[in-house]
């Protein structure tokens, strides 16, 4: 199964059109892309190269959580979020220190800006830890995907929890073709650090197997795609968990699904390496519902991946 992620790489790098972009680092983009994974037969963790399970799971139960500030992927050493609270923060009228944007890029040389900014950085993550005022105010990222799974707010200010209504149906209603949540409020999209990029996803019923497809409408193919294949996974086996039902396949529909220009020579690497056994998921089965589960309730077993391959993030 993972030769269709890997078919996906190799098509960008053949085919992709060069696009410029949001960062301005500049993509190989393709429009329209599907790739489907049978959960039953193993957890699609990526084994050409060790994707770090333990952000997953942390992410995924912040999401579960209707979480949207990062101090709780702080106090779980998951950095993942933390460019786009930081990039805020240093523009805010709270931050007085050396000027982090690219203008003061730009007036550095590239090594003495790094020094820099790893040094604010890290400075900002140790007061979210242990600054609870100024965590809940720069630690916040805007509605995004917590927020709009568990909290959607109505016209009329009442709020929507989409995710359990979604539960609910799998159990009573599982023929439905409604059983659907969407991450994606153009109210709130202007005050998100990051509008998402999965933007939706639909569960269906069949035989008695929960499947899942998510429609996402940009994919950083290379360090983004990977964790998203394996967090829908595992949303589906939870899911599936509670609701008496076994997995069936996840389904996975991009948009502009794009290579970085600099992640082009880690993704020939990663396409050089042979494809080994996918692990296996357990989860914790005196857990009931999806919302109780902790980061020691979930586990992989058999995880036997080839080496991580380091990339820049592009913020």
């Not at 799971?57 to 990062?70: H, Q, V, Y």
């Not at 409604?178 to 991450?183: F, N, P």
């Not at 197997?209 to 994919?219: A, D, M, N, T």
């Amino acid at each position: 199964m993972e030769e269709a992620y890997l078919a996906l790489g190799r098509k960008i790098l053949d085919e992709g059109h060069l696009k410029e972009d949001r960062t301005g680092t500049g993509t190989r983009s393709i429009f329209g892309h599907q790739m489907r994974f049978d959960l039953s037969k193993g957890f699609p963790l990526l084994t050409t190269k060790r994707v770090p399970f333990g952000l997953i799971k942390s992410e995924l139960l912040w999401f579960l959580n209707g979480d949207t500030n990062i101090r709780y992927l702080l106090q779980h050493n998951n950095h993942i979020w933390d460019e786009w609270a930081f990039e805020r923060y240093v523009k805010s009228e709270d931050y007085h220190g050396p000027d982090m944007t690219d203008f003061g890029r730009r007036v550095l040389k590239d090594e003495e800006f790094k020094v820099r900014y790893q040094k604010e950085h890290q400075e900002f993550c140790d007061k979210i830890l242990n600054d609870e005022d100024f965590a809940s105010k720069h630690g916040e990222l805007g509605n995004i995907y917590g927020a709009q799974w568990r909290h959607w707010e109505t016209k009329e200010g009442d709020f929507i929890d989409q995710l359990k209504n979604v539960i609910d149906m799998i159990k009573k209603t599982p023929d439905s073709r409604r059983l659907i949540v969407s991450a994606w409020n153009p109210e709130d999209v202007p005050s998100m650090a990051l509008p998402p990029c999965h933007t939706m996803f639909q569960f269906y019923v069949n035989d008695g197997k929960l499947s899942c497809q998510l429609y996402q409408r940009s994919g950083d193919v290379f360090l983004g795609v990977p964790f998203n294949i394996a967090s829908y996974a595992l949303l589906t086996h939870l899911i599936a968990h509670e609701t008496g039902l076994k997995v069936g396949d996840f389904v996975h529909t991009i948009g502009d699904a794009h290579l970085y220009t600099n992640h082009i020579n880690q993704m020939n690497e990663q396409l050089s390496r042979d494809i080994r056994s996918f692990p296996k998921l357990r989860l914790n089965q005196d857990k009931k519902s999806v919302f109780d589960f902790e980061m020691e309730d979930i586990v992989i077993e058999g995880y036997d991946p080839h080496p991580a391959i380091k990339a820049p993030i592009a913020v």
